[in-house]
């Protein structure tokens, strides 16, 4: 029996109820809600229309950035929930992004939309719920056993009774078609045993002089050049990585130089896979200078350990806790090198402030390039 009242008030009766923002419908079809999505894009749309003239207006790369950070959010408000709608009912979103290319490069209606989309770079809508769908999918299946998300998305199977797509079922295609499972996401699920860095690996999160974010670059970089060369005297090995990601499906690149006292250098480049962010990448950059700094047995034999030099506090800080299965494999050829009495340093540095070492590895070098490697 439904409940009709609560504390003696009526419940009144809504037929396309409207829950977070997204509007349901009893068979879930999401075509009302995707009916106003538009048409609420479609007002705003008229700020392009404001800004752009004949003879005046903003430039294509304002009107742009206006278009990405007013009108296409609206579009993609709670993606993963409706994109399992129809086509057609999705092709009125895209029409709203045909229409805001064409005005962002000033061309006429008649002109090819995929053709605009290219010449402002916008891409696809269709591509970017894709990829948020499978986000979404990934962060379900990151939370604990215990969680209610985790449990709807390990219990759920797909059902040929009905024709109706889902969320999850959209998500298993996608993956289909990409060649991607589950289980190549595995590294940053959370380990089943965490595990401790061992005691003769530091983790520095600040330089040997203190500073802040709001300090100018060139000071950012001297006292980033400072801590360097501090580190540097020794007998180690330096190592520089930087992970980069476009949040595309399919561009995510690590790059690594390792320096050795004795001059000779590496340079090391690798894809780190359909998905990933720069922080996956990091890691996985970081992880490869360790492997890299190991598998030569004249390198470990010397020097006295390594120094690696990295822009992202969250990943150091993500090993140093052993909080993903990555982590722990990182921190597992940290006991390698503890095993051979070799240390570890892994120092955090400012990031884009010029800084040479870094700047060879990061995404305009190595981790760019990594990207465009075939995935095996």
Request: net charge positive; with cysteine; aromatic share 6%.
């Amino acid at each position: 029996m439904l409940i009709s009242k609560i504390q003696n008030t009526q419940i009144k009766k809504v037929d396309l109820p409207t829950y977070l923002g997204v509007t349901l419908d009893p068979e879930l079809r999401f075509s009302k809600h995707i009916e106003q999505t538009t048409n609420k894009a479609l007002g705003k749309l008229n700020i392009l229309r404001k800004l752009c003239g004949t003879s005046w207006g903003s430039r294509p790369q304002t009107l742009k950035s206006t278009f990405c950070t007013v009108i296409r959010p609206v579009l993609e408000y709670a993606t993963p929930i409706w994109t399992p709608a129809s086509i057609s009912v999705q092709r009125k979103l895209d029409s709203v992004q045909h229409r805001a290319a064409k005005i962002i490069i000033g061309a006429v209606s008649s002109t090819n939309n995929e053709k605009a989309e290219q010449e402002c770079g916008l891409p696809p809508l269709e591509s970017r719920r894709k990829l948020a769908t499978i986000k979404f999918t990934n962060k379900l299946r990151s939370y604990g056993l215990d969680h209610i998300s985790r449990s709807v998305f390990d219990k759920w199977k797909h059902s040929t009774r009905l024709k109706r797509s889902s969320t999850l079922q959209l998500d298993s295609e996608i993956r289909k078609e990409l060649n991607l499972d589950h289980s190549s996401l595995e590294f940053l699920q959370e380990p089943l045993l965490p595990k401790n860095p061992p005691k003769n690996s530091c983790f520095e999160l600040e330089l040997l002089q203190p500073c802040s974010k709001k300090e100018d670059p060139v000071t950012l970089r001297q006292k980033g050049l400072e801590t360097i060369a501090i580190l540097s005297q020794d007998n180690f090995a330096i190592a520089y990585t930087d992970g980069s990601s476009d949040r595309s499906l399919s561009n995510g690149g690590a790059g690594i130089i390792l320096l050795l006292p004795d001059g000779n250098n590496y340079k090391h480049k690798i894809n780190t896979g359909i998905i990933a962010s720069n922080f996956t990448s990091e890691l996985v950059a970081i992880r490869e200078a360790l492997i890299l700094y190991q598998q030569n047995p004249h390198v470990i034999d010397s020097t006295e350990g390594l120094v690696i030099f990295s822009d992202s506090k969250s990943a150091i800080e993500a090993i140093r806790n052993g909080e993903t299965n990555i982590s722990c494999d990182i921190i597992t050829l940290l006991e390698q090198l503890r095993n051979k009495r070799k240390s570890c340093i892994l120092q955090w540095i400012p990031a884009h402030v010029n800084i040479e070492g870094n700047e060879c590895a990061d995404i305009y070098s190595l981790a760019k390039e990594a990207r465009d490697i075939e995935h095996k």
